[in-house]
């Protein structure tokens, strides 16, 4: 018996795909025996004709006829096919066969991308709306605590997205720069130093400048401390926090909602060759602090407020208008549809993927990839040894290629029974296949019990967890508009993020010093011009070759690819990684690696598996290679610069400081961010204790 092809069929309608092998395909050869979950192909065993057309007996034993056997499965709300063939020769015109079967069966079954319903919340309620589209969607968030609002949100969300990926080239100006000079008022506008847009990531920049002693306003569109995400991270990471003096260890500790043991990492390989199944790869201190993400939100919000920082919620920001020496926001109450102007020396947009001044920046090429995420919060519900919740996983998949994605978990454990979990899949930014929420959420709902074992009637759910988090394939570290006059983008807004373990929270987190030390100088010397503040970023050389990674996990839209093909791709380099020691992963997962590290493992991947080149370059295309040849002659680059100013340039900033910074503080913030580029991003060496027991390497706040 031997697998002679396996197909990927984009349809969640099974029966549709058996009932047309069944009837309507018709092989060019053999005679069809329909079987449960498809039929079979064979030659009359008893018969067969001579030159002469005559009928005769075969004499062949049955051991020697070729027989295939052609069946469908469903799995991840997916149909598959395989065809076996049953014997040592091939089946006649087998070849042909198989042609015609993927052929017609493609043309039966494209890719699909549906729509969301327009909707009329004045006839019908949300749930009514979608129920006949998303019916579990709609049954699970009837079960949750604001269900209706989250679900009203998760729609919002796709439709405003939809809209940016397809209108790129005339995205809505919201910052404008009048030629008149500021109007007097009737009242003065009320002034601030920092005026943020966003509540999430920017709480926590807004509370930092506030005790540096600016004076700082936050505005957020929803009720603030309300997150449609749970955040996770390290106490490595979390240590950036502690250094610029926002919190204490003790504060940390009580937000913590759990901290685990290990994190696994796991790619569905069933359908790989040998060489390409790789073991678990352990990152014990990857995401493996869980926070309870209200409650930090809310300390931040309390932070802000102590350093006499306001914050405005339920307010929308409406547009920007920069002048010489303040901007001035429009922005919309939502409790009494008033608007109103408030004046600040700088902007901050914290908005996320849906931030209207990204796309007015950076026009058709604002997000070169996406993630659409969708999960939720289970407080409890889950039968005993499903799960422990003191492991993760970290990235986890549980099939191929399903429905042009390749889709994979996460699951955090969070305090007492909860556990969040979430579904996504790296995406192209595409017009015509935007990327969809709501079609995610019915996979999740639909699906949830394959991942992990459960009764969905029985899990009691305690919030949905959505977004789009975007991604910018970076050829330098300019090539990307986050500032204008008076207005800087961080965030998800500036595409910060990770190529793998990707969220904006985590790798502001690791450049919020970077950040907020670049910002302070800018604020204090008043260089804020697009030429200072656009130099205010969190640019690694080494993260920008990594986006090939994201690349990698990415269906092209309308494009099918062998279903295995992702899944071969991550478990050559994640087998590569689970032979390393544990800190080469932990390094690699949090943009710590240098090029030695970089070459020798990709270097190591090829030679395992040569075809991967090929592969690389079918899901990336010539244009993506050629820029991406462009990010690693950069990396070089920087990596030369590096070993030249590395061991004298960091020492010498601080003995020059009191005399440059003065006299020359634009200079001076220029070094600041060459001094920021060669320091940041630099691995960290094994500890001595690397290979003891998970748990005895677990760092605690005295440790830290």
Not at 117 to 130: C, G, R, T, V, Y
Not at 474 to 497: F, H, N, Y
Request: charged share 25%.
């Amino acid at each position: 018996m031997r697998e002679i092809l396996y197909l990927e069929i984009p349809t969640p309608d099974t029966a549709a795909v058996r009932n047309w092998l069944q009837v309507d395909f018709k092989p060019v050869e053999g005679e069809k025996l329909l079987t449960p979950e498809g039929f079979r192909l064979r030659l009359p065993q008893s018969t067969s004709k001579t030159t002469q057309g005559e009928v005769a007996i075969s004499d062949k034993p049955i051991t020697e006829l070729t027989e295939l056997s052609v069946f469908v499965w469903a799995v991840q709300r997916t149909t598959y096919l395989k065809v076996f063939r049953w014997g040592e020769k091939a089946f006649p015109q087998e070849k042909q066969i198989l042609q015609n079967l993927t052929t017609s069966i493609r043309n039966s079954f494209p890719h699909k991308y549906p729509e969301p319903p327009a909707i009329d919340l004045s006839k019908e309620s949300i749930f009514e709306a979608l129920a006949p589209h998303y019916p579990l969607t709609v049954k699970y968030f009837q079960k949750m605590p604001n269900g209706e609002y989250d679900l009203k949100r998760a729609y919002w969300w796709e439709q405003r997205w939809r809209e940016s990926v397809r209108n790129p080239t005339k995205p809505k100006q919201v910052v404008f720069t009048p030629h008149s000079p500021l109007p007097t008022p009737h009242s003065p506008l009320p002034q601030y130093d920092l005026i943020y847009i966003g509540g999430a990531l920017g709480s926590i920049h807004a509370a930092v400048m506030a005790r540096l002693g600016y004076k700082v306003l936050l505005i957020e569109r929803l009720p603030f401390g309300r997150m449609n995400r749970e955040w996770n991270i390290s106490r490595d990471e979390i240590q950036s926090l502690i250094n610029l003096g926002l919190v204490t260890w003790t504060e940390v500790e009580s937000i913590i909602a759990r901290e685990y043991k290990d994190g696994f990492n796991k790619f569905f390989d069933a359908n790989n060759p040998d060489k390409l199944r790789a073991p678990i790869l352990h990152t014990p201190t990857v995401l493996n602090v869980a926070l309870e993400s209200d409650k930090w939100l809310q300390m931040c919000g309390q932070k802000l407020r102590e350093k006499d920082g306001e914050i405005w919620d339920k307010t929308e920001f409406i547009k920007a208008d920069i002048y010489d020496s303040h901007i001035v926001i429009t922005v919309k109450d939502l409790t009494t549809q008033e608007e109103k102007q408030v004046a600040g020396r700088l902007l901050v947009d914290a908005m996320g993927t849906a931030s209207p001044i990204a796309w007015q920046l950076n026009g058709g090429r604002t997000f070169d990839s996406v993630c659409p995420t969708v999960g939720a919060v289970v407080e409890h519900g889950f039968e005993p040894g499903v799960w422990d919740s003191d492991y993760g996983d970290v990235l986890y998949s549980h099939g191929d290629i399903s429905r042009g994605r390749q889709l994979i978990w996460e699951l955090f454990p969070g305090s007492g029974e909860e556990l969040t979990i979430y579904l996504f899949h790296y995406h192209q930014v595409n017009s015509k296949n935007p990327g969809s929420l709501l079609e995610m959420y019915e996979d999740f709902f639909t699906i949830l019990p394959e991942y992990r074992r459960c009764d969905m009637d029985k899990l009691v759910w305690k919030k949905p967890t959505f977004g789009y988090i975007p991604g910018h394939f970076s050829v330098g570290s300019s090539d990307r508009t986050v500032a204008v006059e008076r207005l800087i983008a961080i965030g998800d807004a500036a595409s910060l993020q990770s190529p793998l373990v990707f969220t904006g929270f985590g790798s502001l987190v690791r450049n919020l010093e970077r950040l907020t030390t670049l910002l302070h100088t800018a604020l204090k010397h008043d260089l804020l011009s697009f030429k200072d503040l656009n130099r205010i970023r969190a640019y690694q050389s080494n993260v920008s070759v990594t986006w090939m990674f994201s690349k990698g996990m990415m269906v092209p839209t309308g494009k099918f690819l062998p279903p295995q093909r992702i899944n071969m791709m991550l478990n050559n380099f994640f087998g590569l990684l689970a032979d390393e020691p544990l800190c080469v992963a932990d390094n690699f997962i949090k943009d710590r690696f240098d090029l030695f590290t970089f070459n020798r493992l990709a270097l190591k991947a090829a030679r395992q598996t040569p075809a991967l080149l090929i592969w690389i370059w079918e899901l990336a295309g010539t244009k993506d290679l050629l820029r991406w040849t462009g990010n690693y002659v950069n990396f070089t680059r920087h990596t030369l610069v590096c070993a030249f100013l590395g061991g004298w340039f960091p020492r010498l900033l601080p003995r020059i400081q009191p005399w440059l910074e003065p006299r020359f503080p634009a200079l001076w913030l220029r070094l600041l961010v060459i001094n920021y580029a060669i320091t940041i991003g630099k691995p960290r060496k094994p500890d001595k204790d690397e290979n003891v027991p998970q748990e005895a390497i677990i760092q605690k706040p005295e440790a830290v």
